[in-house]
């Protein structure tokens, strides 16, 4: 670690108990978005004291008040009352502020929100020259934010030519090269790949322990609250828990009470308790191994039978309508620029129809833009209007042809009604906020209704069916109809989001990382909601995820991409089968897949789909239970 990163931030004062120097101090903080509304706060009489160079995880549901909680430490927002004191400093004083942004970074979930440049080194540098950091010394910091990260090949790249998880990694080297001595980080690795996720957590990590500097994470990831020193959860705008992470994240009456719920690792254990098997609570498929191991090494080893293959429902489903067939399809941005990059490279897949279809694949390896090409967001080229031929050169041979259907609609095809195919296809982003543009939530989810809709619908028509699509997704029509999106936290815009694209009921339904920044209760019911539309009306279901349990759990089937290519089509009882594969292309495995292989180099055979009921049943089977206990 370069000895650049030592901090000159200005001490003043604000000793904790133990008599380390605090670093954040909030003292009886409310905050409220609405002035008008004084009693709804999104904090209400915060208490928080962390000491330098401590690392503290801040979990909670969404709307919690995590968010805000971490833009007031970082002087963005301005307690309603109260007071908050940052590295000594009161953040309530107009005079301390570039100080306090000086010594404070601050990374959020969504990068494209702290992308100011055009070039990937200039926007690093964008913060230290903000700061008055000398240019030779800036080129530093450049260097050692990008190798941080994994990022530095991309020096001279364009950002807005990246991938969702290599913006984020710019996005977090901009912050590094600040070299703060506090670090906030919202969410930043909810869009990153396993790989990515591990690069970034074990740079914080280092740079907590051997450089003292300050962190506070706000996370959903069980494995990324566990590095922290404390664990704090918050509650409708409150702190209601705080304690060592091991601790918390086995309270399962506490955070069901909050709307949170146990990290996989620990339910599996309590299905196996319900199910007869003493085993104690633990957080890694290397303890859970072990444990495992302890409970089965004299057990007679019952017949715990093969994986099954999941089978999905076809009934009603196979007359081709929710079908995609997929042949050689290349596709490059920028193409004849020298800002050119390939993204897709030959791509062949086969989804059926009535299948609840998985994509895995590293950050750019080209998942969102096969997804766009599903609903003609990018056209294939010969479906350009202005789309000619390229002229062969003597003796070359024609490129392969590109054939892309997509539940009967054939996307080569310029004639095609690509309006029409977007009835049939919805699509769900990312990032929620980039469908969200209505001054209201009734608004934004009638917008699909009006443009899509074959025979206007009457006003009464219009509220049913906006009303319908938003309890569908689990929220309040009376509550939420006339609020702005942008006012709602992001569980609840990713779910209104939903609700746009569902309202015109589309026979295919595309979703890139639709959990992705939710917190552990909301992906469940996430996840039910879209088997709930699956099984009722929606023909064919595609996720996007990073989550490897996420696909294990829900999907019939995955395709795993890697360099524009399909590396690998199969179920996930199949896929997993491969962790060494997986890992090599930057993705990792389900839970249960880790502590499968654990016990398997102990010379105990478990034999599962890889789902956490199909598990538990199934190491009950091989210690002579019957008990149940596991969550379908």
């Known amino acids: 670690m370069p000895d650049f990163f030592v901090g000159d931030a200005v001490r003043v004062g ?113 913060g230290p020259e903000n700061i008055g950091v000398p240019r030779e010394e800036i080129g530093k910091r450049i260097t050692f934010a990008l190798d941080a990260v994994g990022m530095s090949e991309f020096r001279h790249a364009t950002p807005a030519r990246l991938s969702g998880g290599q913006k984020q990694r710019i996005a977090i080297a901009g912050v590094l090269a600040l070299k703060p001595k506090i670090m906030i980080l919202d969410e930043a690795t909810a ?16 740079l907590n322990k051997e450089e003292h500097i300050t962190v506070l994470l706000i996370t959903h990831f069980p494995e990324e609250a566990m590095l ?24 399962e009456e506490e ?26 609570d633990v957080l890694t498929p290397e303890a859970l191994g072990d444990e495992l191991f302890a409970a089965l090494k004299n057990a007679a080893g019952g017949d715990c039978g093969e994986a099954r293959e999941t089978e ?28 050119a990059a390939h993204a ?45 031929p390229k002229k062969l050169k003597k003796g070359e041979a024609p490129p392969p042809k590109i054939r892309l259907t997509v539940g009967g609609y054939d996307l080569t095809d310029k004639k095609t009604d690509f309006r029409e195919l977007r009835s049939k296809v919805g699509m769900v982003f990312q990032y929620p906020e980039y469908q969200l543009f209505a001054e209201t939530v009734f608004a934004d989810v009638a917008f699909g209704l009006k443009n899509f809709s074959r025979a206007p619908l009457s006003e009464d028509e ?73 099984k009722e009306w929606c023909k064919t279901v595609i996720i996007v995820s990073h989550d490897m349990d996420e696909i294990s759990e829900n999907c019939t089937r995955a395709a795993v991409f890697s360099e524009g290519k399909v590396f690998e089509e199969a179920s996930p009882s199949r896929l997993f089968l491969r962790p060494a594969e997986l890992t090599a292309l930057g993705l990792d495995v389900p839970f249960t897949a880790k502590v499968t292989e654990a016990l398997a180099a102990k010379g105990i055979n478990i034999y599962s789909d890889f789902t956490s009921a199909d598990f538990v049943g199934k190491v009950l089977s091989y210690a002579g239970l019957e008990g149940g206990g596991a969550h379908a």
């Open 14 to 126: 604000g000793l904790s108990e133990s008599g380390v120097m605090e670093a954040i101090k909030f003292e009886k903080v409310c905050f409220s978005y609405n002035e008008a509304e004084k009693d709804a706060f999104a904090l209400g009489g915060i208490d928080l004291s962390v000491e330098e160079g401590e690392f503290v995880a801040v979990l909670g549901h969404n709307g919690s008040g995590k968010s805000t909680l971490a833009r007031l430490a970082d002087g963005l927002l301005s307690p309603t009352s109260g007071r908050i004191t940052v590295l000594g400093m009161d953040a309530g004083e107009s005079k301390n502020i570039f100080d306090i942004r000086k010594n404070v970074g601050i990374v959020f979930q969504n990068p494209d929100n702290q992308t100011v440049a055009s070039i990937v080194e200039d926007d690093i540098a964008f």
């Open 462 to 534: 219009t509220k049913k069916a906006v009303r319908d699509a938003l309890e569908t997704v689990g929220l309040d029509y009376l509550e939420l109809k006339d609020r702005s999106p942008f006012e709602l936290s992001g569980g609840q815009k990713r779910r209104v989001a939903i609700a746009g694209v569902i309202v015109t009921k589309p026979e295919i339904l595309v979703l890139d990382e639709p959990a992705a920044g939710l917190d552990p209760l909301g992906k469940r019911e996430i996840m039910q909601l879209l088997h709930k539309i699956h």
């Open 344 to 388: 897709l490279d030959g791509v062949n897949i086969s989804i059926e129809s009535g299948e609840f279809f998985g994509i895995i694949g590293h950050t750019g390896s080209g998942k969102s833009t096969f997804v766009q090409h599903l609903n003609a967001l990018i056209k294939v080229p010969t479906a350009e209007k202005k789309y000619k």
């Open 255 to 280: 955070l069901e009470t909050y709307n949170l719920a146990l990290p996989r690792p620990v339910q599996i254990c309590h299905d196996l308790r319900a199910g007869g098997l003493d085993v104690k």
């Open 191 to 206: 869009m990153l790949d396993p790989k990515g996720r591990r690069e970034v957590t074990d740079v914080v990590l280092k």
């Open 228 to 251: 922290a020193d404390r664990a704090v959860v918050m509650n409708r705008g409150e702190i209601v828990m705080q304690g060592k992470p091991s601790e918390i994240l086995c309270r």
């Open 312 to 339: 999905f429902a076809r009934a009603g489903r196979h007359d081709g309508s929710g079908r995609i067939e997929c042949e050689n399809l290349t596709y490059t941005y920028n193409k004849g620029s020298p800002f």
